[in-house]
């Protein structure tokens, strides 16, 4: 036997999966409160002594680490034009697996200073123009950043020609001061991974000390992600495979949690139409979006506001009146569990509209354009329409009944036709957890991973 | 960087005519141009925001299905507004409904705003040559 362990430091929970390397087999997992205040070993701890009791006391070769503990990964970005490059910079730092806190374009303001100040991010990216394109709107950027006096790290990843001038104005500042290619050195060309790189470099640095982190990094002998960029991983070696293994192709994943809804794909999701023209950004292969708004506790009211209070009631058949009530207590409440059958029901509907509201929001559009010469259609974003599976990941979904009727939510609906969601799929959950997990041994041994993720996943048939 | 000056070009509106904008696109790089190509069925709206992301010396707009003249309203009002005050537009194609006089169709466009207007038949070598000039480009 070789057997390893790999951490997650989540918000709420601190999970351990331990793998053995030897026999390509995942052995246990458990989860412990994450005790971030105090001493982040704590919550470790608690959980590696319930897995001991599951699989025995074992001495772990490496010992693998992610976290969103803390807040996550905190971050704040800019670019010039919204569609364009700020756009290219949000989709940089949500790939890098950050809580993006806010997208500024144009040019930054006192007031939007004073804002970020407030905010205080971990880190700051700092992106505008085109390679050779606009010089003015960064530089001025950079000189609105240089008078806050918050000591945030700033990653430069805009126009190549403004990039030492900004490194200069920031470091001048005493800003710790990171310059990367540009993450749209072309018009419409995205170019993310250089600047990816940085932020990982910072959150390494920087962000575990700073996060009460460290102490635990001394027990652990490798990477330290954060957790959304683990589970990035995870799909996208389940979708590709390995030089060995084939992948599973072309997926989404869907991660409902109590505060946010995460939404990945795997797929270029170009048109299969002749007449389809796209509009927008090119989209990345691993795609990741965040729905700060969406969620089963902390957000729950968000579903509600998206979806209406209506199609709550008739999802969960409870009456207007007692989901208002319902919901006053999950909000106020947001360790409540879903214990009597109301609950199970509304937690039913509210996990039902988050997938729909998280994947609609993911999913890109087709517009049809009636032009003098004939039919012609638009198309912004992924078109994921012939994705054929479903990935269900995250506490609040794993363990709920009918769960392939929630991810069967996620499908393409005959109400919104211009809504790319996937046509047929079959619906895989993540019952043990173990994604990023996953996801971090996959960064080591690819192959063993995608083995025990093509075990594990539980097939709930195909949803259409 | 390149001292090239830059062009954003596309055809506007609902207009799918996808050959002539990448012969021209060939044409003004050929003509030492850094292009941006914005390809069809472009709106106004993505025409300035690739010349502000790109510091576009110039936006050139085709048309070839005759609803140009309602498709190009307010686009140097929009560029004012964007901040690209002064940036050079030129329009060509098929630009209008119908057989008109050139003169009239010119003269309209230039009351909308745009520098130059090159009607039907425009060789790429007339359209480098006002740009050269335009650009002081020697």
């Not at chain 1, 902390?298 to 199609?311: K, L, P, R």
């Not at chain 2, 502000?52 to 309203?73: F, K, N, P, Q, W």
């Amino acid at each position: 036997m070789k057997p390893i362990l790999m951490i997650d430091f989540g918000s709420t929970n601190t999970k351990v999966t331990a793998v053995d390397l030897e026999q390509e087999k995942l052995l246990g997992t458990a989860a412990s409160y994450t005790t971030v205040q105090t001493d982040v070993n704590e919550g470790l701890n608690n959980a590696l002594a319930l897995l001991s009791e599951k699989i025995g006391t074992l001495e772990y070769e490496h010992r693998y680490a992610c976290s969103s503990a803390a807040g996550g990964l905190r971050m704040i970005s800019c670019g010039l034009v919204p569609e364009l490059t700020a756009e290219a910079a949000r989709q940089a730092s949500l790939g890098a697996g950050a809580k993006v806190m806010k997208v500024y374009s144009y040019q930054l303001t006192e007031d939007d200073a004073e804002e970020i100040e407030q905010l205080s991010p971990d880190i700051f990216l700092l992106t505008g123009g085109t390679d050779g394109g606009n010089r003015d709107s960064i530089i001025e950027n950079a000189r609105i950043l240089a008078t806050i006096p918050k000591d945030f790290p700033i990653v430069v990843a805009g126009n190549r020609t403004a990039a030492r001038t900004c490194e200069k104005i920031l470091t001048e500042a005493g800003k710790q001061v990171r310059v990367c290619e540009n993450v749209m050195p072309k018009f419409n060309q995205l170019n993310i991974q250089p600047a990816q790189n940085e932020i990982r470099q910072v959150f390494l640095e920087r962000i575990i000390k700073a996060k009460g982190l460290s102490q635990a990094s001394q027990l652990i002998s490798g990477i330290m992600m954060p957790t959304p960029a683990a589970v990035l991983a995870a799909m996208e070696l389940l979708s590709k495979g390995t030089e060995k293994q084939s992948g599973l192709g072309e997926l989404v994943a869907v991660d409902v949690g109590g505060a946010t809804t995460d939404i990945y794909s795997m797929t270029d999701g170009l048109p299969d139409r002749l007449n389809t023209v796209m509009k927008g950004l090119p989209e990345p292969f691993a795609k990741r979006t965040v729905e700060g708004d969406i969620g089963m506790r902390y957000s729950a009211g968000g579903i509600v506001e998206a979806a209406g209070i209506a199609a709550v009631c008739q999802l969960s058949g409870l009456s207007e009146e007692r989901v208002n009530q319902l919901m006053e207590l999950i909000i106020t409440h947001t360790d409540t569990m879903p214990t009597t059958e109301e609950l199970v029901k509304l937690d039913f509907a509210l996990a039902s509209l988050a997938v729909k509201t998280g994947v609609s929001r993911h999913a890109g559009t087709l517009e049809k354009v009636y032009t003098p010469i004939g039919e012609a259609f638009m198309q912004t974003g992924k078109d994921l329409s012939r994705v054929n599976k479903i990935i269900i990941t995250g506490g609040s979904l794993i363990h709920a009944g009918n769960v392939d009727r929630i991810a069967a939510c996620g499908l393409y609906d005959m109400t919104e036709p211009a809504s790319l969601r996937p046509q047929r799929a079959e619906i895989l959950v993540d019952k043990q957890y173990i994604l990023s997990a996953m996801g971090l041994l996959s960064q080591y041994e690819p192959d063993i991973a995608l083995k025990i993720m093509k075990k594990e996943l539980e097939s709930y048939g195909i949803a259409e | 960087m390149s001292e090239k000056k830059k062009l954003v070009i596309g055809v506007i509106g609902a207009d799918v005519h996808a050959v002539g904008i990448q012969i021209l696109n060939h044409a003004f790089e050929e003509a030492g141009f850094e292009v941006t190509n914005l390809g069809v069925m472009v709106s106004q709206e993505e025409y300035i925001a690739a010349a502000v992301e790109t510091a576009a010396d110039a936006i050139m707009v085709s048309s070839l299905y005759g609803h140009g003249e309602l498709d190009c309203r307010g686009l140097r009002e929009k560029c004012d507004e964007a901040g690209l005050k002064n940036i050079l537009l030129y329009v060509g194609g098929n630009i209008v409904v119908g057989k008109q006089p050139f003169n009239e169709v010119e003269e309209r466009f230039k009351r909308m705003g745009f520098n130059r207007v090159f009607g039907p038949g425009t060789s790429p070598e007339e359209t480098i040559k006002a740009l050269k000039e335009d650009l002081n480009i020697k």
